[in-house]
């Protein structure tokens, strides 16, 4: 197959459709818009990737209440299977990154609900809401949520790009991107933009990526505004507010995407230190776009990622 270049933002706006030869599939789950590209022959396998995000969300959904996630929140069912995984896993990124990433947060989540929201909650609210956040409280051994309850937001959808990625391996597809509303998964070589923070139609910079997958979070995805002050969904779970700090956006990228798109919130709420947490993972790297504009990378990412500003 004649090679493609395509440049994307990584967050769902394909800026140049690839040859002609491809065909994008585009879905609606996950509260997320998801468009999988593959070449004609492979449109099937897009379709039941589309129809597997729709599986995941009965899964790992937090407002559903038909949901797995749902009935462990709420009605003390014991979670198993690739739930538990994504659980056990989750618990392991926030104990590496001292609880920035953290899926007690639901509390939080539930009362700043940024999608409806206009106004913050008080700080009685939030102080009410934080006693029953801290990963620690999770028990699974003999599963108890301790009075939290769990958010899955942050990992759902790398978790899911994971899967589609390896059921299209072993399918033999050659060349595909999939997007998951920002969480991408390329097969092949594809040349991607990095979404600008400031002008969210733009693209800042590009990386190259192969076999990979890079997941952004940032300030500018879900937010409301208030009294001058921008609220943004990515909770910084030791104070119960949006996170504050320097950072515009994270780009992880991993074999792993979700690697990536824990990582990704992780370091928004740590900060730059928190860059190190990479080093945790296999083949994995990361880009900060600051607010002043500044670009901060892990070791060596520009030369492998070919990064151009
Ligand atoms: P998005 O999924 O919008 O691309 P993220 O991957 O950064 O962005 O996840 C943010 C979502 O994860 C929030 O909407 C919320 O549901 C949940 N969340 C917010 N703060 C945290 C946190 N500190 N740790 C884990 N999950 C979080
Ligand atoms: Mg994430």
């Known amino acids: 197959m004649k090679k493609l270049i395509c440049i994307l933002?990584?967050?769902?706006?394909?800026?140049?459709?690839?040859?002609?030869?491809?065909?994008?599939?585009?879905?609606?789950?996950m509260d997320t818009y998801i468009s999988i590209t593959v070449s004609k022959k492979d449109v099937p396998a897009a379709k039941s990737?589309?129809?597997?995000?729709?599986?995941?969300?009965?899964?790992?959904?937090?407002?559903d209440k038909k949901s797995e996630l749902w009935k462990v929140n709420h009605e003390g069912k014991t979670p198993s299977g690739e739930l538990l995984d994504v659980i056990?896993?989750?618990?392991?990124?926030?104990?590496?990154?001292?609880?920035a990433f953290d899926i007690t947060v639901a509390p939080?989540?539930?009362?700043?609900?940024?999608?409806?929201?206009?106004?913050?909650?008080?700080?009685?609210?939030?102080?009410?809401?934080?006693?029953?956040?801290?990963?620690?409280?999770l028990d699974t051994q003999s599963f108890s949520l301790n009075?939290?309850?769990?958010?899955?937001?942050?990992?759902?959808?790398?978790?899911?790009?994971?899967?589609?990625?390896?059921?299209?391996?072993?399918?033999?597809?050659?060349?595909?991107?999939?997007?998951l509303g920002g969480n991408i998964y390329v097969i092949g070589e594809y040349t991607v933009g990095i979404r600008s923070p400031f002008k969210t139609d733009e693209a800042y910079c590009t990386i190259t990526l192969k076999d990979k997958s890079a997941v952004t979070s940032?300030?500018?995805?879900?937010?409301?505004?208030?009294?001058?002050?921008?609220?943004?969904?990515i909770i910084d779970p030791k104070t119960g507010y949006p996170s504050e700090?320097?950072?515009?956006?994270?780009?992880?990228?991993?074999?792993?995407?979700?690697?990536?798109?824990?990582?990704?919130?992780?370091?928004?709420?740590?900060?730059?230190?928190?860059?190190?947490?990479?080093?945790?993972?296999?083949?994995?790297?990361a880009l900060i776009i600051?607010?002043?504009?500044?670009?901060k990378t892990t070791e060596g990412f520009d030369e492998k990622y070919n990064l151009k500003k």
């Open 49 to 63: 990737a589309i129809k597997k995000c729709r599986d995941y969300e009965k899964i790992f959904s937090r407002t």
């Open 218 to 233: 940032g300030a500018y995805q879900r937010y409301f505004d208030y009294e001058g002050k921008r609220y943004h969904h």
């Open 9 to 29: 933002l990584i967050s769902n706006l394909i800026l140049c459709a690839c040859s002609k030869k491809n065909e994008t599939v585009h879905g609606f789950a």
């Open 88 to 99: 056990n896993f989750s618990l392991s990124v926030s104990e590496k990154s001292d609880g």
């Open 245 to 285: 700090g320097d950072i515009a956006s994270v780009t992880v990228i991993s074999p792993s995407s979700k690697t990536a798109d824990a990582l990704s919130t992780a370091i928004f709420v740590k900060g730059t230190d928190a860059l190190s947490l990479c080093s945790l993972y296999d083949d994995t790297g």
């Open 147 to 179: 009075g939290t309850t769990l958010d899955l937001g942050a990992i759902a959808k790398g978790y899911t790009a994971d899967k589609i990625f390896e059921d299209f391996k072993a399918q033999g597809i050659k060349k595909a991107i999939i997007d």
């Open 108 to 137: 939080l989540s539930t009362l700043w609900n940024v999608k409806e929201r206009t106004y913050p909650p008080s700080a009685e609210e939030i102080a009410n809401a934080l006693k029953n956040v801290g990963y620690k409280r």
């Open 290 to 295: 600051m607010n002043d504009g500044e670009i």
